[in-house]
């Protein structure tokens, strides 16, 4: 069931808040405003190390020495934390590593944070999400 509140802005906050709006193609402020919070809870889930899912993204060059052997390594240290991989070859000389990741918030960061420190590894991501069931 909806609630309905209110709330007061600053004319300058409102005018960002409906440009962010526009830019991201939300229906209305309500969606938005919606979305926010549930992205603020979702953050502090991490935060308080919660059982949480997320997805690593990794891009590296596959010509680098041993480092496809490095970040199975990795991988094999963290396996209970691993849901699945996805290994796509992007071009000649880069691949891409899509990891789905499930386990207290700390560990999944870790993982992280051990795949995109390795030598070769061009781009890291962590994108952090939770069930979220209680938000809705």
């Keep these: 069931m909806l609630k309905r509140f ?5 004319e300058e906050l409102l005018t960002i808040f409906d440009e ?4 991201r193609s939300y229906t209305n402020r309500s969606e938005a405003i919606r979305d926010l919070i549930r992205k603020a809870f979702i953050k502090s889930e991490w935060q308080e190390d919660k059982l949480v899912m997320g997805v690593i993204s990794l891009v590296y060059d596959h010509h680098q020495h041993k480092l496809q052997e490095k970040v199975t390594l990795v991988q094999h240290d963290f396996h209970h934390q691993i849901v699945s991989t996805t290994h796509v070859h992007m071009d000649h000389d880069n691949c891409l590593e899509v990891i789905v990741v499930r386990g207290k918030a700390k560990e999944v960061q870790d993982l992280a944070n051990r795949l995109s420190a ?14 979220g069931e209680h938000l809705h």
């Design 6 to 10: 209110s709330i007061s802005l600053e």
């Design 118 to 131: 390795l030598r070769g590894v061009r781009d890291a991501n962590l994108a952090m999400s939770t069930t």
């Design 20 to 23: 962010h709006i526009m830019a």
